[in-house]
Structure formats: structure tokens, C-alpha cells
């Protein structure tokens, strides 16, 4: 068996062992990956009949939500992993994804007459795998995407990624000769404990050091093992990355969050900074000069066929939005000066302003949450705000708001409007949701449930909450389940969510209506609901 066939062999064994649990990362969404590359002047193909290829895909959890949203979409997927393959079609098989394609194989087998897709995602795998696999990631790029295709590749970046190189070699010392991959996490956990508070208080690198060992703190055993204790870990300048996608005929559009390429988005002392010293340099090297501004360590790169390098613009327009819609998981808080509003993301983070527009704009985004509102909509919030402003003035006010969002990763915009506009006059969980919630629970289930946003979302743990999730199908209106909740109390055969029993008890209609707006509520939040 030669080196390559080695590693290979190494790398599939490592994730049967110690499979990773597969969850959908938003950003990598082909409905994301469309209108980034719009913001750049792109045309991308419609999502409907999509083709979609995603390399490394695990169990299939980050392609199952598009899979299910566009059932007239090409999915496919290939992992070296035969048990996490298994696994996800499986899981695919019992939500009712006909479409998704799985496949047990390396990317190194695919050729030129594998297919052709729209978007080739590789999110998790090209800092992970030796030189020729890397290559072939570009090579696949190439070879299989459609003209008008979008890919999209995830890697580790230098320089925020050389303190995490020290304790990712830290580690990899203290778990050296561990004979399981319990004892090496076990191990590695140690040699984080002495980073985080065994460190001599001279030592050059202690800050970043203890920075980046806290970040993980509370992270899974899979990901410790996967992300930092593999034999390959190979971080990149951004700068050599792009270089390597130009000299494979493609050419780099911008970041899947594209913010993060913005200096003012981290500043205006960042921001200020870097314009005296790249007045003058390329894209490119510009955004390579906010990674050492910043310490970036990730980058989740947007490509295109070379050919189209001329097509994309050195800034986002901002124009482009007129045609998209938008939503965002906003929560107004209490307090707070006069005339001053604070929201919470969804992220934790808050937004504060002053601004009657912008904080029209959040209430509108926050009310309507899941469900998207065309540009148009947003036009509407702000004309109450700006009296006797013209149409032009008004739309720039309100691409500035919108962009303000943007910045603060809040903010999601897409071509097609979200399906949760669907009108539905009872609830309806979207489509495999019921079918997932039976699999989630099963032992060995390696995907988890999702939103149409393409977030994972966790399912009600309560035994009645489970059992009124089963019930609701579209056919079943909130008074049915009300019924149905009151019934499983008074029979008790489940008890109320906060564990009490309700057996024989009578008048319990009021009760079992709080438990049912209770958990549509949640449901419509978290994105499960289409009512």
C-alpha cells in the first residue's frame, strides 16, 4: 500500500472509529452561496433543480436540509467514512430524502465524468487531508463545476490558527502512545488544563496561548479529536490558498460570510489602519492584511471558474439586495437609556441604536421570524421615518440598515423567499421534521434536526412534548392537539413538561392549551413550524 493509500486509510478508520456528528452549518447553503455571489455581481443556477456535490459530507446532516426544501434538486454526497455513509442513508432514507445521494468512496476517485453540479461544497476537509487530496479539491472544483457554478472550500488559516498549532502539538505530545480515542481526548484534555492555568506568567506566548485553549473549553470529544489530534492539520496563509485556486483555473469570489472581509466590520481603528497601508494593494492582499489584523484562523473561500475572474466586483453592491429577501432572529430587550434600543441575535450579541429606522427595521425582522420579507417590505418600515425622502434616498437608507445587520452576523438574505411563508391554516412541521425526531432518538443517529434556515435545532425533550410532536401533521388543528395534550395528562400517560402528574384531574383544558401554545411557539422559533 503506497503513503496516500495509507493516510487514506488512516483517515476513513479514524472517523468509522470516532464518527463525527453531522450538522448543517448555514453558510454553506446553496441558497447562501447564491446570493453571496450575487452581492458580487454573479449570476448562480436557481435552487429548485439544483445539482448538488458536497465533499466530505459525514452522515449527510449539512445536505439533508436542502434536500428535503428541494426535493426536485440532484444531491449527492461522498465521505470515506462506510459507517457514517450507512449511517446517513439511513437517517435520509427514514426522513423521505429520495434525492440524497450518498456514497462511501474518496474524493481522489472522482473524475471529470463523475457529473456536473451548480454547487461543490468542502467544508471541514481541506486543512485535514495530504497535498495530492488537496489538489484534487481544486481538480474536482475545476473538472465538475457547471459555468455558472459556485464552490465553496473551508480551511484553517494562518496567522490566527500558529497559537492553536502550539496546543494543537501540545497535545498531540500528551495523548502520544494513548491506545483509544477516549484516552487520547482524555489526555489532550489534560495538556489543555496546564495551558489554560499552569503557564509561567513570562511566558511570550501565555495570552494567545490561554485565548485559544479556552475557545475550547465545552467541545466535544469528536471535534477535539477530529479538529486537533488527527496526523494532518495543515494551516495556510489565505494568500497561498488563492494562489493555489488561481493555478487550478479558478478564481476566488469573497468569504461565505462576507462581512467578514470588511475591515469596519471589526472597527474603525481596523479599519482605518488598513486603508493607509493598502491603498494601493489588490483585493486580495487586502483581505490578507485584515487576517493578520485580526488573527484570523478560518476561512470559508467562494469559488468561480477562472474564466469569470473579470465578472466579479472588488466591493459588494449593495444594490443587489432590492432583489432578495430577509429575516433575522431578533429579540428586543427592556431598559436602556431613552430613545435607545437593544436587540439580541441569535448569537447572543446585542445591537444597540439609536437610529428610528433601523430599530423599525429589527422590529419588523424579529416579529416576523422564520419567515423572510422581500426588500420592498423593508421599504415599507423605514417610510414612516424618513417623510418627504425620495425613493433612491430611501432605498440607500435602507441597504445601510440592512448592511449594519450584515455586519453583525445577524442578518440572512436570500434570492427565494424562505418556505415558511406558506400559509397553513394548521400547523404543519416542515418537510421530514416528524420523521427526523423518530430518528434523533435513536441510538447510533448521526444527524440532528434542522430549520430551512439551515440551522440545527434541538428537538423538546419532554415525553408529552414528543408525543404532541407526532401529532402534528397538518391535519390536526391547535384545538385537536389541546385535546390530545389534555387526554395524555388526565390518563397519565405522560406528565405535564415540568414533571408533574395530572392523572384523573379534571378542568384541564386551560392547562393543556398553555402546553400547546407553549410548544407551537417554540416550534415556530426555532424554525420547525409552517404555520
Not at 112 to 137: K, T
Not at 315 to 334: N, R, Y
Not at 367 to 384: C, H, I, K, V, Y
Amino acid at each position: 500500500m503506497s503513503a496516500p493509500d495509507v493516510l487514506t486509510q488512516a483517515i476513513s478508520d479514524a472517523y468509522d472509529e470516532t464518527p463525527y456528528i453531522s450538522l448543517p452549518f448555514s453558510y454553506t447553503s446553496p441558497g447562501n452561496l447564491r446570493a453571496v455571489a450575487r452581492l458580487y455581481q454573479l449570476e448562480a443556477p436557481a435552487l429548485e433543480q439544483a445539482r448538488v456535490l458536497e465533499l466530505g459530507c459525514a452522515a449527510g446532516g449539512n445536505l439533508l436540509p436542502f434536500a428535503l426544501a428541494y426535493p426536485e434538486a440532484q444531491v449527492v454526497g461522498i465521505d470515506l467514512s462506510p459507517q457514517q455513509i450507512d449511517a446517513g442513508r439511513q437517517t435520509a432514507e427514514a426522513a423521505g430524502a429520495r434525492n440524497l445521494d450518498l456514497r462511501a468512496m474518496s474524493l481522489t476517485d472522482i473524475t471529470a465524468d463523475f457529473g456536473v453540479f451548480d454547487y461543490i461544497i468542502c467544508h471541514g476537509v481541506f486543512s485535514w487531508v495530504p497535498p495530492e487530496v488537496r489538489d484534487a479539491i481544486f481538480r474536482i472544483c475545476r473538472e465538475n463545476l457547471a459555468p455558472q457554478g459556485v464552490a465553496y472550500v473551508s480551511y484553517n488559516t494562518y496567522p490566527g490558527w500558529k497559537a492553536s498549532d502550539v496546543i494543537r502539538d501540545a497535545m498531540i505530545l500528551n495523548s502520544f502512545g494513548a491506545e483509544t480515542p477516549q484516552e487520547k481526548v482524555a489526555r489532550a484534555k489534560d495538556m489543555l488544563e496546564l495551558i489554560e492555568g499552569g503557564l509561567w506568567q513570562n511566558n511570550p506566548l501565555r495570552s494567545a496561548l490561554q485565548q485559544a485553549a479556552s475557545k475550547l473549553r465545552g467541545q466535544t470529544d469528536h471535534y477535539l479529536l477530529h479538529e486537533y489530534l488527527e496526523a494532518i492539520n495543515t494551516p495556510c496563509y489565505f494568500l497561498e490558498f488563492a494562489a493555489a485556486a488561481q493555478q487550478a483555473g479558478l478564481a476566488y469570489v469573497t468569504d461565505a460570510e462576507p462581512q467578514l472581509t470588511f475591515p469596519s466590520t471589526f472597527g474603525s481603528g481596523v479599519a482605518l489602519g488598513l486603508n493607509g497601508l493598502s491603498v494601493s494593494a489588490g483585493r486580495e492582499m487586502r483581505e490578507q492584511y485584515l487576517d493578520f489584523a485580526v488573527g484570523r484562523s478560518f476561512r470559508k473561500s467562494l469559488l468561480v471558474h477562472a474564466e469569470r475572474a473579470g465578472e466579479i466586483l472588488d466591493q459588494p453592491e449593495g444594490s443587489a439586495f432590492a432583489a432578495m429577501h430577509f429575516a433575522a432572529d431578533l429579540t428586543p430587550l427592556s431598559g436602556g437609556p431613552a430613545g435607545q434600543r437593544q436587540f439580541r441575535t441569535a448569537a447572543g450579541a446585542a445591537i444597540t441604536t439609536q437610529d428610528p429606522g433601523l430599530i423599525a427595521l429589527m422590529e419588523s425582522l424579529g416579529e416576523a421570524w422564520p419567515r423572510s420579507q422581500p426588500f420592498a417590505a423593508m421599504l415599507d418600515t423605514q417610510r414612516g421615518h424618513t417623510p418627504g425622502t425620495s425613493d433612491e434616498a430611501l432605498a440607500n437608507t435602507t441597504i445601510g440598515h440592512l448592511v449594519t445587520l450584515v455586519k453583525s452576523s445577524a442578518l440572512h438574505y436570500r434570492l427565494e423567499p424562505a418556505a415558511y411563508e406558506a400559509p397553513q391554516s394548521k400547523p404543519r412541521l416542515i418537510a421530514g421534521a416528524a420523521q427526523l425526531l423518530q430518528e434523533v432518538t435513536k441510538p447510533g443517529c448521526q444527524v440532528g434536526m434542522h430549520s430551512l434556515w439551515h440551522h440545527p435545532v434541538n428537538a423538546p425533550a419532554a415525553a408529552l412534548h414528543q408525543y404532541l410532536l407526532g401529532q402534528i401533521d397538518g391535519q390536526r388543528s391547535t384545538t385537536d392537539l389541546r385535546t390530545l395534550a389534555r387526554d395524555a395528562l388526565t390518563s397519565g400517560r405522560y406528565p405535564h413538561p415540568d414533571g408533574k402528574s395530572y392523572k384523573g384531574a379534571r378542568n384541564l383544558d386551560p392547562v393543556a392549551q398553555d402546553i400547546v401554545n407553549g410548544l407551537l411557539a417554540g416550534l415556530r422559533h426555532a424554525g420547525l413550524l409552517l404555520h
